[in-house]
């Protein structure tokens, strides 16, 4: 592949699950550079002695995903070599991705799950992962299909997800109709795509204004309406996942919140096991307070008011005004019932 062929694209489920079969295929694991070099997703972009530094940042990145998602990643230090990261290896037991020995499952149960395991296969999976497990098999891997079928994870994408990943594959700029918070009706947005990520659940679209080269961020929840390609973006370079990722972290610290949340409430167990949730100590108050962080004022607004008068929004005063509004217009919708 040339240098001015831009490397095609893997979506990010695809890349995880060849990560977890190239992990499981081994015995005695893969070193990163093994790893970066021939695993679908990562070998599309990688280069023979050259820098590859956004590909290891991501290959952490993934690391911490697959752990997150129930993954026994194991690392092994080299021989005489311990604390050296640079000769680490990589595995997955195949002991201990597996259901313990005392779960059983009736008939029905069973065929419940091999139905889930068949929408996420078929939903999820690539071509080339399937041909993946084929080829693991043919060199003696126990792979049973689906290899992360014990726990079938479909991911509810939404309703622009496929034509913004078609367009990043195809290098397209497109086209939509987005519903900002407090607007009736929906402006158009011409935008190069640059990358689609998922922060706290939820998928963004980092683009970039043709005309001004400005970089914004699209929650695509609040794209209306169908995706339009059109024609071929400028080449762009960049580990733009990564920046748009540390852009919503960025985004997410300093959007700081404060409520008071009855004692033993249900909202006192929600929110105070939100990430980054911490408690503030206040022996005047009659009931707990926390401190919680937000990258969109207008879905936590959305999240609080379901609590009803389990929460009190303390600050800030535009997130209060919000929970107000989200509120009374409930009462409001109830009393003309």
Same mark, same amino acid.
């Given at each position: 592949m040339s240098a001015s062929t831009p490397a095609p694209r893997v979506a990010v489920e695809e890349r995880?699950? +060849?990560? #977890?079969?190239?992990?499981?295929?081994?015995?005695?694991?893969? !070193? @990163? +550079?093994?790893?970066? !070099? $021939? #695993? %679908?997703?990562?070998r599309q972009r990688y280069v023979?002695?050259? /820098?590859?530094?956004?590909l290891e940042r991501q290959f952490e990145r993934d690391k911490d995903d697959i752990r997150e998602l129930g993954v026994p990643l194991e690392t092994i230090e080299a021989p005489g070599d311990a604390g050296n990261n640079q000769t680490l290896r990589y595995r997955i037991r195949k002991g201990a991705y597996e259901l313990p020995?005392?779960?059983?499952? $009736?008939?029905?149960? $069973? !065929?419940m799950l091999n139905l889930a395991a068949m929408v996420w296969r078929e939903g999820a999976l690539s071509g080339e992962s399937r041909r993946a497990l084929l080829k693991l098999r043919g060199i003696g891997a126990d792979t049973p299909q689906p290899v992360l079928g014990y726990q079938p994870r479909v991911r509810s994408r939404d309703a622009a997800f496929a034509a913004l990943d078609a367009a990043l594959e195809k290098h397209l700029m497109?086209?939509? %109709? *987005?519903? @900002?918070?407090? %607007? $009736?009706?929906? +402006? /158009? &947005?011409? #935008?190069? =795509?640059l990358a689609l990520v998922q922060y706290q659940g939820r998928w963004h679209l980092s683009a970039e204004e043709p005309d001004t080269g400005r970089r914004k961020m699209f929650l695509l929840r609040r794209i209306v309406g169908p995706?339009?390609?059109?024609?071929?973006?400028?080449? &762009?370079d960049g580990d733009?996942?990564?920046?748009a990722l540390a852009s919503l972290a960025e985004v997410w610290q300093d959007g700081v919140a404060e409520v008071e949340v009855v004692?033993? +409430? /249900?909202a006192e167990r929600r929110l105070g096991h939100r990430p980054g949730a911490e408690r503030v100590l206040d022996d005047a108050a009659a009931? =707990? &307070?926390? &401190?919680?962080? *937000?990258? /969109?004022?207008?879905?936590?607004?959305?999240?609080?008011?379901?609590?009803?008068?389990?929460?009190?929004?303390?600050? =800030?005063p535009e997130l209060r005004s919000a929970v107000r509004q989200r509120l009374t217009a409930i009462g409001d919708a109830h009393a003309e019932a």
């Open positions: 995880l699950f +060849s990560l #977890v079969l190239a992990l499981l295929a081994t015995e005695g694991g893969l !070193s @990163k +550079s093994e790893i970066l !070099s $021939t #695993v %679908q997703g990562y023979a002695g050259g /820098d590859n530094a956004n020995t005392d779960v059983r499952f $009736t008939a029905e149960e $069973t !065929s497109v086209r939509f %109709q *987005y519903l @900002k918070p407090g %607007q $009736t009706a929906a +402006s /158009d &947005r011409n #935008v190069i =795509p995706v339009a390609t059109g024609r071929a973006a400028p080449p &762009r733009f996942a990564a920046e004692a033993g +409430s /249900d009931d =707990p &307070r926390l &401190r919680l962080h *937000y990258v /969109d004022l207008a879905i936590l607004a959305d999240e609080l008011a379901a609590f009803g008068p389990e929460v009190l929004v303390l600050a =800030p």
